[in-house]
């Protein structure tokens, strides 16, 4: 017989900006598919939607999380897992993981790993003008090719030494190119912090989701020289947004971004080396490792197609694209996972 009434689950999320923002439009698009419960002893199954490292954490803090059906819905930059956070892995009863370069990582180590790509929400209708006027304080000059990046300090993954040098000698052939660099350290903290370089300007903020789309209308194209990304939000944004969009052809930003929507940058699998310094990356982990001369021939070429107007077709397979990850998919794939759940309970 089969049951009639809806599926009992707790979503248990991390504060961290981008888990954050992918939990909050998560939880709204499994409204009507499921009965969410505000506790795990409620539920019949818990969904963990945290960073990596918290996981084993969560799991001994809570005892109960044992005796419930455990859902993990997790990322990981590099080839393999650290082999201390296995075990926490092992003993979920599922994954979801957001690209096919997630899945690959994961199911080294589990056997039930499953796709629920991250929803690509349309850009809110800012104009361009009212977007140029809220970012005046930053003094870009007037006639400047900006060219945004999102990026965190000091992370190395995200390779943003790579990219300054691209877009440095991109600059000596085309000088309107700028390079706008958004970051933040200070999660929640009040106000902007400036720094104005030669052809670049980096500013540390916390911006909500309207100031965040004025920022994408007010650049010109979108660039990253990541060794790799579990998914790429700021990526799937700039698709999203119509911006050209200059990125490594590796890791999960793939499943979103072609050769024939994007600028693709090519990059070559190869350890970590020098850059594994922290404590989940080991220098013999693996990940991409993107090619200077090709980034710096995709970012004349943005500069210059965006002069010319070639890179509209690519633009507009871009906003075709985008339409495989809007709301209405994820919803849809949420409500089969949670089926496969129930026939499995």
Known sequence: MSRTEPLRLHYISDAYGSL???????????????????????????????????????????????????????????DRLPSAWQRAVQSLDEVWTPSTYCQKIFARVHPQVRLLPHTIDPPLPIPRAAAARFFSPLELPRDAFVVLTVTKPRDLRKNDALLQQACAFVRRHRPRMHLLQKTLTLPGAPGWRLQHLPGHT???????????????RRADAYASAHHS????????????????????????????????????V????????????????????????????????????????????????????????????????????????????????
């Open 20 to 78: 954050q923002r992918v939990a909050q439009r998560n939880r709204q698009l499994l409204r009507g598919l499921c009965e969410e419960v505000a506790t795990p002893q409620a539920a019949e199954v818990v969904v963990l939607h945290v960073d990596l490292r918290a996981l084993a954490p969560l799991l001994q803090r809570r005892p109960i999380l044992r005796r419930r059906f455990c859902v993990g819905l997790l990322v990981w930059e590099t």
């Open 202 to 216: 980096i500013f540390d903020a916390n911006l909500p989701r309207d100031a965040m789309a004025a920022l994408y």
């Open 229 to 264: 990304e579990g998914w790429g939000l700021p990526l799937a944004d700039a698709l999203a947004a119509g911006l050209p969009v200059v990125a490594p052809a590796y890791s999960g930003n793939c499943d979103f971004l072609t050769p024939q929507n994007s600028l693709p």
């Open 266 to 345: 090519r990059s070559i699998e190869a350890p970590i080396g020098d850059g594994g310094q922290r404590r989940q990356f080991m220098p013999e982990m693996r990940w991409g490792h993107p090619c200077r001369d090709r980034l710096e021939r995709q970012l004349l070429r943005a500069y210059d197609g965006s002069q010319d107007h070639s890179l509209r077709p690519l633009l507009a397979q871009g906003q075709r694209d985008v339409r495989r990850f809007d709301a209405a998919a994820t919803r849809r794939r949420l409500g089969a996972l949670l089926s496969a759940l129930q026939l499995s309970l």
